[in-house]
Structure formats: structure tokens, C-alpha cells
């Protein structure tokens, strides 16, 4: 049997991501599972509720519909979640992908270190509601496009911002915690950059392989989102990171 795959979305964006690239890899006989977190996407869940936590959680419940360890997909916030995911079941876990995904210390939060790409596009359009349970991007009809996927058609765009919501702030200040001996026990990580990504630099990315000790990694000269602008080449490198 082939390793089943599991594909974490990132923030101000949902699961419908991933569908062109669970549609190529499951043609070709893969069994494919789309995490939805609470709060994206078609869910509803008040952005005061959502925690890091209920991330993590259903991940685990993607991973654990196997009875094989999975290669676990994370894009952007997602990024973190499915570090902590691994490192608190490294035995479940055959490949750790990042695309373009953050790698938190423990103790620290995704906002920590969005903190500290400074030369990112994002930080300046983020406008936080009210109560700042919730973050949403400036004009996103103008800059949703500018900042996540400015290398894909106009037609994809303008699904983008049809399906685009404010993103849950609590997750992303919610520090994790988890054991390194237990994460750096997962040998087979792997690490995509995003050459011309305007929300989570290449530079800052390559801060972060490095400091992870990730070596196995590739390149894609897209944005921020290469699953909508380049779906094949994404799905073309996930094939290959698979036969290894």
C-alpha cells in the first residue's frame, strides 16, 4: 500500500487548497486526507473558541484514521501545527513536508515569529477586530492576491477572496510545547521554499530550515501559495519526496 498522506491548510485560507492536489495524488492511487481546522473554511466555530489546541487535535484524528504512519503535509501556519502534531506522535509520522510552513521553537508562537520576518508583505494589512480575537487583511479584493498569491490567474484569485475569512488570532499567539529529542526523532523531513513568497520570505524560511537542521529540501519560484499557482510542480515534488 501506498503511505497515505495528510495535508494541513494554512492561515486565511481552508482545506479547499488542497483540491487540486488531492485530486492529482489520489488519481494516482494515493489516499489522501484534508484537514479542515475549526474555524476556516465551510466552519463556523466563533474565533474565540478556536485554540491551537483543536488544530493539533484534528490532525491527530486525520492521522490516526491509519493504521500506517502517514506523511504529514503543512502549509504556512500549518507549518506549526503539524510540528507539534509530529513531535507529540513521531512513531505515527513516515515524512514531515513543509510547504513554506513555519517551525516554532518550543515556547514560542507562530506570532512570535511572524514577528521576526521583518521584510514580510503581511505584518503592515493586518487589521485585528475589536475584541482582537480575530485578524483580517486590509482590502483583501486589493491585497489578499498581492500577499498570498500574486503568480496565480485572475480566475484563482477571485476563488481566493470568495472564500477568504478573518483568521482566529488565538492560535497563532499560543506558544508550543513540545519535546525536540521527540521531534528530531522523525529522520525524514523535508522542507519546500517558496522563492518569491511576499507573507513568509524565502530568507526567513531558510532561517528556519536551518535552525530545524531540515537538509532534504527544494525550491519553487512561486508565491506564497504554489498549490493554486502551480499545482502540478507542487504536486510533482510531493510525488518524489514520496518514492524516497
Not at 27 to 46: C, F, I, M, Q, W
Amino acid at each position: 500500500m501506498k503511505t497515505p498522506i495528510v495535508l494541513v491548510h494554512g492561515a486565511w485560507q481552508g482545506d479547499y487548497v488542497w483540491d487540486q492536489i488531492k485530486a492529482n495524488l489520489v488519481a494516482e492511487g494515493y489516499r489522501v486526507s484534508v484537514v479542515k481546522l475549526p474555524g476556516h473554511g465551510s466552519d463556523n466555530t466563533p474565533a474565540y473558541q478556536v485554540t491551537f489546541q483543536a488544530y493539533v487535535n484534528e490532525v491527530k484524528n486525520a492521522i490516526n484514521e491509519y493504521n500506517e504512519p502517514v506523511m504529514l503535509v503543512g502549509h504556512s501556519l500549518g507549518g506549526a501545527i503539524v510540528t507539534q502534531t509530529a513531535a507529540e506522535m513521531p512513531q505515527k509520522i513516515n515524512k514531515l513536508v513543509y510547504v513554506a510552513g513555519y517551525i516554532p521553537e518550543s515556547g514560542k508562537s507562530v506570532l512570535d515569529y511572524s514577528m521576526m520576518d521583518t521584510a514580510s508583505s503581511l505584518l503592515p494589512f493586518i487589521r485585528l477586530s475589536d475584541d482582537q480575537t480575530q485578524a483580517a487583511i486590509a482590502e483583501p479584493e486589493i491585497n489578499l492576491a498581492k500577499i498570498f498569491s500574486q503568480d496565480a490567474t485572475e480566475t484563482k484569485n477571485k476563488f481566493l477572496l470568495n472564500q477568504y475569512k478573518a483568521e482566529p488570532t488565538i492560535p497563532m499567539g499560543t506558544p508550543l510545547h513540545y519535546e525536540l529529542s521527540s521531534y528530531n526523532s522523525i529522520s525524514n523531513k523535508y522542507y519546500i521554499y517558496t522563492l518569491a513568497d511576499n507573507a513568509i520570505t524565502c530568507d526567513f524560511q531558510q532561517k528556519m530550515v536551518a535552525a530545524a537542521g531540515i537538509s532534504n529540501t527544494f525550491i519553487m519560484n512561486t508565491g506564497h501559495s504554489p498549490f493554486v499557482s502551480q499545482p502540478a510542480e507542487l504536486t510533482n515534488i510531493l510525488r518524489e519526496i514520496l518514492k524516497k
